[in-house]
């Protein structure tokens, strides 16, 4: 059974020799779940991180995908990789538990290489900026400046809103015990003062007081039903006052 085991995972990772297993589901199965994956085909890039979140191995795809991006070898039209990797990433957050160590450089390595590849096909502002908020304390303070979910933060009071009822509410349940949520609160608290720049703040670095204006006017209103009632100004000020610029 051992020497069956050790077969099956020196099967050469391409579709034309493991698809041979799929007259033996539970061999099958097997490779799947246990085989590494540091070096597909780029034709068989895409199914091989299909299969692997299908598995459950988000973190076996990032190892996957950021070589092939050190590569410079994924031969996939870039909305379809975007897509791709952002569902990686979002698995790999729900994840995070079943890695040895949140210090693997290697790891963090690949991360980084897969946040700046995002970042230069102008991946969705919207899913980078999530992903930038999730993954902050795990980069942080490695060669990645978190610049897309900087822009979001300081032009959209409603994705700050939202990060901070994330942070200390768990999103719209404000009835969880605080301390449950803490590590979220410290990676709130982390993300507002290593940030740069400030709702308002022009390409030139001075300051737009309406865009400014609007943006506080607009935050406070959807913070106004958080208790106690002077919470949101307390926010507002403290995220204002840890600007770097």
Same mark, same amino acid.
């Given at each position: 059974?051992?020497?069956?085991?050790?077969?099956?995972?020196?099967?050469?990772?391409?579709?034309?020799?493991? @698809?041979?297993?799929?007259?033996?589901?539970?061999?099958?199965?097997?490779?799947? @779940?246990?085989?590494?994956?540091?070096?597909?085909?780029?034709?068989?890039?895409?199914?091989?991180?299909?299969? +692997?979140? $299908?598995?459950?191995?988000?973190?076996?795809?990032?190892?996957?995908?950021?070589?092939?991006? $050190?590569?410079?070898?994924? %031969?996939?039209?870039?909305?379809?990789?975007?897509?791709? +990797?952002?569902?990686?990433?979002? +698995?790999?957050?729900?994840?995070?538990?079943?890695?040895?160590?949140?210090?693997?450089?290697?790891?963090?390595?690949?991360?980084?290489?897969?946040?700046?590849?995002?970042?230069?096909?102008?991946?969705?502002?919207?899913?980078?900026?999530?992903?930038?908020?999730?993954?902050?304390?795990?980069?942080?303070?490695?060669?990645?400046?978190?610049?897309?979910?900087?822009?979001?933060?300081?032009?959209?009071?409603?994705?700050?809103?939202?990060?901070?009822?994330?942070?200390?509410?768990? %999103?719209?349940?404000?009835?969880?015990?605080?301390?449950?949520? %803490?590590?979220?609160?410290?990676?709130?608290?982390?993300?507002?003062?290593?940030?740069?720049?400030?709702?308002?703040?022009?390409?030139?670095?001075? +300051?737009?007081?309406?865009?400014? @204006?609007?943006?506080?006017?607009?935050?406070? $209103?959807?913070?106004?039903?958080?208790?106690?009632?002077?919470? %949101?100004? $307390?926010?507002?000020?403290?995220?204002?006052?840890?600007?770097?610029?």
């Amino acid at each position: 059974e051992k020497a069956r085991k050790l077969l099956i995972l020196s099967i050469p990772k391409e579709h034309k020799f493991w @698809n041979i297993l799929d007259s033996f589901p539970s061999d099958k199965d097997f490779f799947w @779940n246990k085989a590494d994956f540091l070096s597909v085909p780029k034709d068989d890039f895409v199914q091989t991180i299909e299969n +692997l979140l $299908e598995k459950n191995r988000p973190w076996m795809a990032v190892k996957l995908a950021g070589h092939k991006i $050190e590569e410079r070898s994924i %031969g996939v039209e870039e909305r379809t990789i975007s897509s791709l +990797l952002v569902n990686v990433l979002n +698995l790999a957050d729900v994840h995070t538990s079943n890695l040895v160590s949140m210090n693997d450089e290697v790891l963090r390595g690949y991360l980084i290489v897969i946040f700046r590849y995002l970042q230069e096909i102008n991946t969705s502002v919207d899913d980078l900026a999530v992903l930038e908020f999730k993954f902050f304390d795990f980069l942080y303070p490695d060669f990645y400046l978190p610049k897309t979910l900087e822009r979001k933060l300081s032009s959209d009071p409603k994705f700050f809103v939202d990060l901070i009822r994330l942070a200390h509410y768990g %999103g719209d349940d404000f009835h969880h015990q605080s301390a449950k949520f %803490g590590v979220k609160v410290d990676k709130i608290s982390l993300i507002l003062k290593n940030l740069d720049g400030f709702p308002g703040k022009k390409q030139d670095g001075g +300051l737009d007081e309406d865009a400014m @204006n609007s943006w506080v006017a607009s935050a406070r $209103e959807q913070l106004s039903d958080l208790e106690p009632s002077n919470i %949101g100004d $307390e926010i507002i000020g403290r995220f204002f006052a840890d600007r770097k610029s």
